[in-house]
């Protein structure tokens, strides 16, 4: 690579001194994480910088006529100093976010947001892009070069090309301003998730709650020097156990409401730093000449507008509502039964819906947990992705890694070379954000005449630490969420997009989640249970018995599931709807907007507005939460060929990873899945998964979407 030598021209001293600034010797170029420290990034953020701005004055001030080469080829490889520094720092600051780091990135992420806006309100640069943009139909492009010059365009116009240099002033404000209150939403979120804890000295609260969860909270506990106590938190391996098996109604209401009121109060309040990104966001919206933040958010994906977003949520609100209330009715019958003597609330309903799972299914959780240790599922989505695609995983146990929790393995084809190098990292930390995501520390792409660079892909995930004598062992829930990640892992690992705007998981955001949805079906195929779930313990396969009651246990409570993730869909593309003068009560915009859904009572959004990362931690799924289901049904349509064909048919996996996986984002999505599957999806696909089409629900018709639309 290049980087090294780029950032050698720009200060030679830095290859000396900053590790971040040298050359990557390890084997595949992996960065030497244990030897960078805190201070060494915003030096090589520096530099890198002022490498990339020297290269973009040389494109400007090429006397040559524009050309692809010369100029977003040129511009594409400009960025590999900038990027090669900020996926490593972006990485640690989500995984690792010690106290210095976060101090680092308050100045870090306002710097790459002032480069990205010199960049894309560059007019000299910008005029070269529009030359190859208004001469593209007689330019001989092939598909991937046409997408890349028309995004370019895009992209720039949607950054601030065309505005009057008062106009771009004031969008470098905007978008340094957003920066920087995003930078305080995920810090005050961080900090108020760790704050919060429910300490238990009377182990008669604990009935129910599965031993290794107890377990985890006795050694909570002790690493607080609460000796002889247990400590639950908001982290979800801790939260969601004592929401669905704690005997105790009040632990669960204490933990609901922890949850649902977190970075809500406080110096951690988040309510007030919505409300000035909801306003600064309109302002963006404004001034770039669209009538709301959501429709510039979706201009740029498969949905388009708003509106196609919504009709297609509504066609999956209405049956996922309607089978809600069964649920509901069916667990206050069960209460009922039992004179207990309250209505359910919020807080009652993971706890019945997994008794409800026991009585239909006879399904004990702590059981089945015991087959899906770690290990066995690492084990599991290596073997699915070697009988589909032929690709092998080796551990390289002395690369270098940025926690010791940190497992790397070299990926190889079914032919033998080297495709990527691909990392895990599963156990939940206080300095780890919560959920689940993949991303790379090097991506993927081949210049002409020089040898592919191949990627270096990661999984984060937050599954409950091992014991002292147990290993970390995962709930369904949990495997189909690995299942999940290592699909996106797959989409970066196995790309062969030429180009490093188009490689991997550089797709649009609605089409992004149809790798990563579509492997977690394999999860509870029998076929590829029997090669990864044994007993931890006993070494005994995981009975069929068992998997026949965890297949037909799979639509169990879809209505309350399907519910609170439409909702936080919905709400999200409310927030991106506003346009307000003043300030809005987070509280009453919420309750507002379920109240006009029909939202059940004893259900709550999945993410209320304070923590709702996805949209208010960056912009990344702002106006944008529903691509999840937009995805699902592309991923639920195009498993029915696997089942059809068979879960490891050839010809249908050669089809898919080269339809797919390998090609980004060089070509239209909607071409490309037409081109896996032969046809356009149905949602009809999704409700029949979920459990959800019945006779009385309507049946919706096809995507209202048409191939580069």
């Known amino acids: 690579m290049a980087i090294g030598s780029a950032l050698l021209a720009a200060n030679p001293l830095a290859m000396a001194q900053n590790p971040l600034t040298q050359p990557f010797t390890a084997q595949f170029e992996i960065p030497p994480f244990e030897q960078i420290k805190a201070a060494d990034y915003i030096p090589a953020l520096e530099q890198a910088i002022a490498a990339q701005q020297a290269a973009i004055q040389k494109i400007v001030s090429n006397p040559e006529e524009p050309t692809f080469d010369n100029t977003i080829l040129a511009l594409e490889q400009s960025g590999d100093p900038v990027t090669s520094v900020q ?67 895009k992209d720039f116009k949607r950054n601030g090309a065309l505005l009057n240099d008062a106009d771009k002033a004031q969008l470098k404000e905007i978008n340094t301003r957003l920066t920087d209150l995003y930078f305080k939403f995920n810090k005050n979120l961080l900090n108020a998730t760790n704050s919060f804890a429910i300490i238990i000295d009377d182990p008669a609260r604990l009935e129910g709650i599965p031993a290794p969860t107890v377990a985890a909270a006795a050694e909570e506990a002790t690493s607080r020097g609460l000796d002889g106590k247990w400590v639950f938190t908001l982290h979800a391996p801790s939260r969601l156990a004592v929401l669905s098996y704690a005997a105790d109604r009040d632990l669960r209401r204490q933990m609901y409401e922890g949850y649902t009121t977190n970075a809500t109060s406080g110096e951690n309040d988040n309510r007030p730093i919505i409300n000035e990104i909801v306003k600064t966001r309109a302002q963006k919206a404004k001034l770039l000449g669209y009538p709301d933040f959501a429709s510039y958010q979706t201009e740029n994906v498969m949905a388009k507008t708003p509106e196609a977003a919504r009709e297609l949520l509504m066609e999956i609100w209405r049956p996922a509502v309607a089978k809600a209330k069964e649920e509901v009715a069916e667990m206050q019958a069960l209460v009922d039964s039992e004179g207990l003597g309250f209505t359910i609330e919020p807080w009652d309903y993971y706890y019945y819906m997994e008794i409800l799972r026991r009585k239909k299914y006879n399904i004990d959780p702590d059981l089945a947990s015991q087959y899906f240790s770690v290990d066995n599922v690492r084990n599991g989505i290596f073997t699915m992705a070697n009988k589909l695609y032929g690709v092998t995983f080796t551990p390289m146990p002395d690369a270098p890694k940025y926690h010791p929790d940190v497992n790397v393995y070299e990926v190889k084809d079914a032919d033998g070379n080297h495709v990527a190098v691909f990392m895990t990292d599963y156990f939940t930390r206080p300095s780890k954000r919560q959920g689940a995501w993949m991303y790379v520390f090097k991506n993927s792409w081949e210049d002409p005449g020089q040898e592919a660079e191949r990627p270096i892909v990661y999984n984060v995930c937050n599954f409950p630490k091992p014991t002292a004598d147990t290993p970390s062992l995962l709930s369904i829930d949990d495997v189909e969420t690995m299942f999940h990640e290592f699909g996106h892992g797959l989409h970066g690992m196995l790309t062969r997009a030429k180009l490093r705007s188009q490689s991997g998981t550089n797709v649009d955001r609605d089409f992004v989640e149809l790798p990563s949805q579509i492997h977690e079906h394999w999860a509870l195929e029998p076929e590829l249970l029997k090669d990864y779930a044994f007993h931890y313990k006993t070494g005994e396969p995981i009975p069929a018995d068992l998997v026949a009651k965890l297949q037909a246990a799979s639509t169990h409570n879809q209505g309350f599931r399907t519910t609170e993730l439409v909702g936080a869909a919905l709400l999200d593309l409310e927030w991106g709807a506003l346009n307000p003068e003043g300030d809005i009560n987070v509280e009453d915009f919420e309750a507002n907007v379920a109240d006009k859904l029909g939202m059940p009572k004893e259900i709550t959004y999945r993410y209320r507005s304070p923590y709702f990362k996805h949209i208010f931690g960056s912009d990344e799924y702002s106006s944008g939460y529903y691509t999840y289901l937009w995805a699902e049904v592309l991923d639920t349509d195009g498993f029915e060929l696997f089942s059809e064909k068979g879960i490891f048919d050839p010809a249908t996996a050669k089809s898919f990873r080269e339809n797919v996986l390998e090609m980004g984002g060089s070509e239209d999505p909607m071409t490309l899945y037409v081109k896996f599957r032969g046809q356009k999806p149905s949602p009809e696909a999704l409700l029949r998964n979920r459990g959800l089409l019945t006779p009385a629900a309507p049946h919706p018709g096809e995507i209202p979407i048409t191939p580069g639309k």
Request: proline content about 4%; aromatic content about 8%.
């Open 87 to 153: 996926l490593i720092f972006n990485s640690i600051e989500e995984a690792c976010s010690t106290p210095d780091i976060v101090e680092v990135a308050e100045k870090f992420n306002p710097m790459l947001a002032q480069n990205s806006d010199e960049i894309m309100m560059n007019d000299a640069l910008f005029q070269r892009v529009k030359k190859l943009y208004d001469g593209r139909d007689k330019a001989g492009y092939d598909t991937p070069r046409m997408r890349a010059v028309e995004q370019l365009y």
